[in-house]
């Protein structure tokens, strides 16, 4: 076999170990690196397979599907939380799964496609992810979402970016450090313009088959009349909150899980006590640009209150949260 046949076998087959266990395509680096391992040593394979299986992915990302079994019959609750980027999400999922009783079936980097997804699982009580709008979501299951003042949401989306942290950091053989910015230019102003390229709160009651770049801010932007698109997906929303107002998000997560449910903080990017990031300026022309955007946002929160009942957030209210953003993420706005 020439050694250009070998490699294809080999990516081949690193491409099954990855589907098949971890239910996803490997990285390049982790196809390149799968396939050093076994031309330094045949039996690394099997290493590998048990760092694998022994990975936080493994578990989040496939060990519902292999705890289940045919005729079993749940009598809890059933939950599909639409995951908003950087709206205490990752909370908000924990808290349900530690309440539900079973651990979320995540939707943020499968290799289905999310409504079949959703069709082949639609047995399993809690979903959870970034990958789905509500109108994926089985009937069976209390649809819901949460949503944050969309200014402070930019700036957190920001700092996330900043920090490497977005790209996720597996145990064992898929321990990342976090990557450098690999963009010609990875500063603050760089970053908000890209941002027009990512998904507005719109993702989360697109129709089904609209693709992510339809909702983004660029989009909707250049765009008359889109709230329209919207009203089937609001009108299947269960429940919706703001993750600052505490004791609304905190009914909402009791009334999905049917108990109560405990709320702590994970993935908090400046925790209490840490070392602020460095001071970023946001210029007059930022801050139109971050505006801009919110109104998108808020026009779909509007969508929101007139069909799933989510209280209105006030100008003074969302100033107030911004306003606490901006000094605790270590902002200074240019007024």
Not at 64 to 72: P, Q, V
Request: aromatic share 8%; proline share 5%; net charge positive.
């Amino acid at each position: 076999m020439t050694s250009v046949a070998r490699r294809a076998v080999n990516r081949l087959q690193s491409a099954g170990i990855y589907r098949g266990v971890l239910g996803r395509y490997p990285s390049v680096r982790e196809a390149l690196r799968l396939e050093a391992k076994t031309i330094a040593r045949s039996r690394s394979t099997e290493g590998h397979l048990w760092q694998m299986l022994q990975s936080d992915e493994f578990w989040r990302m496939q060990i519902s599907d292999l705890l289940w079994r045919d005729g079993t019959t749940w009598n809890g609750r059933f939950v599909a939380f639409a995951h908003i980027p950087k709206t205490a999400g990752t909370s908000v999922t924990w808290a349900l799964a530690e309440t539900i009783g079973v651990p979320p079936m995540t939707f943020y980097d499968r290799n289905r496609t999310r409504p079949r997804a959703m069709r082949d699982v639609a047995y399993w009580p809690l979903f959870s992810g970034h990958d789905f709008s509500v109108l994926d979501a089985p009937s069976t299951h209390f649809a819901m979402t949460v949503l944050r003042e969309p200014r402070s949401r930019i700036l957190s989306l920001f700092r996330q970016h900043e920090s490497g942290q977005f790209r996720a950091a597996y145990d064992g053989h898929l321990k990342r450090r976090p990557p450098r910015n690999r963009e010609s230019d990875g500063s603050w102003a760089a970053w908000l313009v890209r941002s027009l390229d990512r998904p507005s709160f719109a993702r989360t009651l697109a129709e089904p088959g609209v693709s992510p770049s339809a909702t983004s801010y660029r989009a909707l932007m250049d765009t008359t009349g889109w709230e329209s698109r919207l009203l089937q997906g609001a009108a299947r929303v269960d429940g919706v909150a703001w993750a600052h107002r505490s004791e609304e998000l905190q009914a909402m997560l009791d009334t999905a899980a049917g108990g109560e449910v405990t709320l702590g903080r994970r993935n908090v990017r400046v925790a209490d006590g840490e070392v602020a990031p460095p001071r970023v300026r946001i210029s007059a022309a930022d801050l139109r640009q971050i505006e801009a955007m919110a109104a998108i946002d808020m026009r779909v929160a509007s969508v929101l209150h007139d069909q799933a009942g989510l209280p209105p957030l006030e100008p003074a209210e969302a100033d107030r949260v911004f306003d606490e953003t901006v000094e605790r993420l270590n902002f200074e706005v240019d007024r």
